[in-house]
């Protein structure tokens, strides 16, 4: 029985699933052991501990600002033409993904668009740039002209029926009170009002799409899932709300905003227009109100996702999912469902014990930190949850790349022939992915890099906000967090290491 189970596990490990493949490159020999590494990035990460804890006043110094005004009307101009560009963005992609060509993935635009252009790059945009993702946002965006059209008509007939009103209130003699126009709450309104319960959600369903489905490449299912995706926002816009949707059940406006917030560039609405503020990288992650629950999840649940992708990819986790696989067997499972879903069904099971790990050491660690600062473990928390973020997003930077680099070329060629017709609309139609446009040896230093920098400004970002809501207890209060950033940061480098480089 054992040789049966251990043959049915290596069958599924071998078969064929329809995914992206996040990591495409050779092999790297490290020139110096890995230990060597995880030992100068944990020491990086407590020296820059040390450093910010002796540099208790400039700290301060991070959320200085500089401001560059724009008018009314140049802001508005910019602010709709991305709103077309997004809306145009949409509606190619869906056509490409319903009527264009089906084979490899990277034959059709939609698959090369989601997963590369739009999962990575514009996060990489908003997180080093600005976000960008609410001036892009195409759902948002058709929601509010159709809500613009519909305010449009009432009004008109309105001021019509004012006008007449007026006028024969004018020939009797009678003064009429100007009319009130009624205001109808939608019952879902008040909805979710702790928090952003619904965004967590959605956005573990859509790391199971990316992570787990197995027709996360097939153009025409893609499709699907947009248009699904679709119906449900603009559903959840009418009955709650454009501004309730996003705040408490849009996981991608929630997402990309907290990457924005890193961004040295934000953009801030003023009376007389906009203003265009350069910041530190990280300064917006400061804040006075504390974080809720849900929103606390939702960061643990951002980092985890993004670990989960890479910490699958490992020599470890093959061997957790043969010995699943062989205890699937075992016990009948793979005979009802098949070697495939029997692996899909390991890979669900991992994805949703991931948030639940990384919350329960996370908690563990502000439990110990709890007493120091002299509030609940639960606030402390809350309170440092957004210093999560920097770490998130370098983990982000250091997984994902290289696979921007490489999987990105192949929106050149289908953006030249999106419906698969022959066309040649850029020039790029038969251009090929040129795997060595990043060495390994790069991609480990960017890896090393990002890890550490990501750290440190969680670092800057935890003890700035430990100085204003502990004032002297500060230094002691960040005592277990920063042992866990040293442990997170040496386990980082670990997983992203299995892939790419050889075993000393």
């Known amino acids: 029985m054992r040789v049966a189970a251990a043959l049915a596990a290596a069958l599924a490990a071998a078969a064929p699933v329809a995914a992206l493949a996040h990591a495409l490159a050779p092999r790297y020999d490290l020139p110096l052991p890995l230990w060597h590494y995880l030992a100068g990035a944990a020491a990086a990460v407590a020296l820059s ?6 540099a208790r ?3 301060r110094a991070l959320a200085v600002t500089l401001e560059v005004a724009a008018g009314a009307a140049l802001a508005r101009a910019v602010a709709g033409l991305l709103r077309a560009l997004g809306v145009a963005a949409l509606a190619l992609l869906l ?3 319903l009527f264009g060509p089906i084979g490899d993935w990277d034959a059709n635009l939609l698959p090369v668009a989601v997963w590369v252009l739009w999962w990575v790059g514009l996060a990489f945009a908003c997180a080093l740039v600005a976000g960008l993702w609410r001036a892009l946002d195409p759902w948002q965006a058709l929601a509010r002209g159709v809500a613009a059209r519909r305010a449009l008509a009432p009004q008109a007939g309105q001021a019509a029926h ?3 009103a007026s006028q024969a209130s004018r020939a009797a003699g009678v003064a009429r009170p100007a009319p009130s126009t009624p205001r109808w709450r939608p ?3 008040r909805a979710f009002a702790g928090g952003c319960v619904p965004a967590v959600a959605l956005f573990l369903a859509f790391a199971w799409t990316e992570l787990v489905w197995g027709s996360s490449a097939h153009p025409r299912a893609l499709a699907a899932l947009v248009l699904a995706w679709s119906a449900l926002a603009w559903a959840g816009m009418a009955l709650m709300g454009r501004a309730a949707w996003r ?4 996981p991608f406006d929630r997402f990309f905003g907290l990457l924005g917030r890193l961004a040295p560039l934000q953009v801030h609405r003023r009376a007389a227009g906009w203003a265009l503020v350069v910041r530190w990288p990280g300064a917006a992650l400061l804040q006075a109100r504390l974080p809720s629950r849900s929103e606390t999840a939702f960061v643990i649940v951002m980092l985890a996702t993004v670990g989960f992708d890479g910490l699958k990819e490992t020599p470890a986790w093959e061997a957790f999912t043969a010995q699943a696989l062989a205890v699937l067997y075992t016990a009948g499972v793979v005979h009802v469902i098949g070697y495939a879903a029997a692996g899909s069904l390991v890979k669900t099971a991992g994805l949703l014990l991931a948030p639940l790990a990384w919350a329960g050491i996370y908690l563990a660690f502000c439990a ?5 600062a002299g509030e609940p473990a639960g606030r402390v928390a809350r309170r440092f949850a957004l210093s999560l973020v920097p770490i998130a997003l370098a983990y982000h930077l250091a997984h994902y790349l290289s696979y921007l680099l490489i999987q990105g070329q192949a929106a050149l060629p289908a953006l030249s022939d999106p419906f698969g017709r022959g066309w040649d609309l850029f020039g790029t139609r038969g251009r090929e992915i040129d795997i060595g446009i990043i060495e390994m040896r790069t991609v480990w230093a960017v890896a090393v890099a990002s890890i550490v920098v990501g750290h440190v400004i969680a670092v800057v970002v935890a003890h700035i906000e430990a100085q204003r809501a502990y004032g002297a207890r500060a230094l002691r209060s960040q005592g277990p967090l920063i042992v866990l950033m040293i442990a997170y940061t040496a386990f980082s480098l670990w997983i992203l290491s299995q892939p790419i480089v050889e075993a000393g």
Not at 247 to 250: G, L, N
Request: aromatic share 4%; charged share 15%; hydrophobic share 55%.
């Open 368 to 372: 110990l930190a709890a007493p120091l």
């Open 247 to 250: 705040r408490r059940c849009d």
């Open 95 to 97: 056509a490409a993904g």
């Open 162 to 164: 004012t006008a007449h």
């Open 49 to 54: 501990f040390v450093v910010v804890a002796l």
């Open 187 to 189: 019952p879902l309104r």
């Open 57 to 59: 006043q400039p700290l």
